[in-house]
C-alpha cells in the first residue's frame, strides 16, 4: 500500500500563499504541524516596530501558511503535534513519523496508532501525533530556518514488514532561538514580533561572539549596552516605549541619541531573549553641595539656578562635546544626569552608563564620565551652554574615566 502526501516549498515565514489541497484516496497528509513547545506569545508585526500587530495564532506550519516562532535553547527540544490525514490504512496501525532536517533541533520523532472503531464508524479520518525532537536545540541566541522532510514507517496488523516512504517536506519553518520566554511580553512594548526579534536577536548573537557563549549575564549585558552605545547625542532622546527605533539615528546627521535612549533599547533588547537577571533603568546626578557624590536623580528636578549680574545660570554637568572640556569659556555637552542600566547580582549592584563601555559597581565612579560639574548661561549665540564657573572637575584634560570591570571572553 503506497502512502502520499501534499508537498508543499518554499514558504517563507509570514507567506499565506494558497496550495491545492491533496485529494488522493490512499494514504497519509500532513495537514499541519503546530510547535506547542514554543512561548505561545508571538505576535504580527505593525505599522512599525514600536507598535505590534495582533496576536499570530494557529500552527506554525498548514499548506496555506507558515508562522515564525521562538522557543528557549539549551537542553530543550522541539515538541510539536502534527496533524495527518489518514485514509486506508488498517485499524490499529501503528504510524512511525520522522522529520529530518539539516537543522539539529529539527530532527523529530513521533507515533500516532490509527485507532479501533468499535461503533462501526469509519477508523480513518483527521489524527494527531505528538513528536519530540531527537536533539536539543541548543545554546546561543539565533535565527533557524529550514525545511523539514518528513518520512513514515507503517506496521499493519498482521503484515511482517512494515514499509518506510518519504512523505514529503514542509515549507521554512523560522525560529528564533532565546535565552528563555520574553520578559515583558505582557505589555506593548515588549511584545514578540519578527521585525523585534531580528533586531534583538542579531545584537545578543554579536554580544554572545564577542563574549562567548558562556560568559557571565554581567559581560554580555555589558557588550549589548557598548555596542548599542555606539553613538552619543543627548539632544535626540526617546521614551522607553519609542526606543526601539533608537538603532536608526545611527545614520542620521549627526548620528547618535541620549544615555537614556541607549539604556532604554538595551534593555528592550535584553528582555526580548530572556537575558536572565535583574536589571533596569536609573538616572545619576549630583548636586553643587557635595559633587563627588552620585546620587540617583535629575539636575532638572529641581533644577539649581542663580542670576548673576541679569542673567540666568544654571548648574549642568559637562562632557567631552563641549568645547572646552567643561572649562570656563566652553560651550555644548551640558547634562543633566548619566543614564545607566543597574544591574544586580546577588547582594551587588553593578552600573553600565548609556553611550561607554564601562561596567562599575561604585555609584560615584559613575560621575566621571563627565569633565566638569558648572554653572552656564545660556549662549543665544551659539545656542548652547556656555561654561561661566566651575564647581568641580571630574576628570581632567588629557585623562579618561575609570575602566571600571573588564570580562575577558569566556570560552564556549
Known sequence: MGLWICVVLGLSAGESRKVAPCTLDVG??????????????????????????????????????????????????????????????????????????????????????????????????????????????GSGVRKIANVIDWYAEVREPGVGQPWVEFLGRTGTLTGYVLKNISRSADQIKGKPTPRRLEM????????????????????????????????????????????????????????????????????????????????????????????????????????????????????FLFDDRNTRFGHSGGTGGANYYEAVLRCKVGDRTFYMPGGTNRIYERPDDILRVFRTMAWARWDYRSKEWRVMRVIHVYTGNGQDSPTGIRFSRAED
Open 200 to 315: 534583538a536577536v542579531n545584537v545578543y548573537a554579536v554580544a554572545e561572539s564577542n563574549m562567548g557563549r558562556k560568559a557571565h549575564p554581567l559581560a554580555l549585558a555589558g557588550d549589548v549596552v557598548r555596542m548599542q552605545g555606539r553613538y552619543y547625542l543627548p539632544t535626540r532622546h526617546y521614551e522607553p516605549e519609542d526606543a526601539w527605533k533608537m538603532p536608526e539615528t545611527w545614520s542620521m546627521r549627526p548620528p547618535g541619541a541620549s544615555c537614556f535612549s541607549i539604556i532604554s533599547n538595551s534593555i528592550l533588547v535584553l528582555e526580548m531573549v530572556g537575558h536572565p537577571g535583574e536589571y533596569d533603568l536609573t538616572t545619576f546626578t549630583s548636586s553643587p553641595n557635595s559633587p563627588s557624590r552620585a546620587v540617583e536623580g535629575s539636575l532638572a528636578e529641581p533644577p539649581f539656578v542663580q542670576t548673576v549680574w541679569g542673567d540666568t545660570w544654571q548648574v
Open 28 to 137: 497519509l497528509n500532513i495537514r499541519s504541524v503546530d510547535i506547542v513547545s514554543e512561548h505561545g506569545n508571538m505576535h504580527r508585526d505593525g505599522p512599525s516596530i514600536t507598535e505590534p500587530g495582533e496576536p499570530w495564532t494557529g500552527p506554525e506550519w498548514t499548506n496555506t501558511s507558515v508562522k515564525p516562532f521562538s522557543h528557549s535553547g539549551g537542553d530543550a527540544v522541539l515538541r510539536a503535534e502534527v496533524e495527518v490525514d489518514v485514509r486506508s490504512i488498517a485499524p490499529g496501525a501503528v504510524v512511525r513519523l520522522r522529520g529530518v532536517s539539516t537543522e539539529p533541533g529539527y530532527n523529530m520523532l513521533g507515533e500516532l496508532v490509527v485507532p479501533i472503531s468499535w461503533t462501526g464508524e469509519d477508523a480513518n479520518g483527521t489524527h494527531k501525533a505528538m513528536v519530540s525532537g531527537i536533539n536539543p536545540i
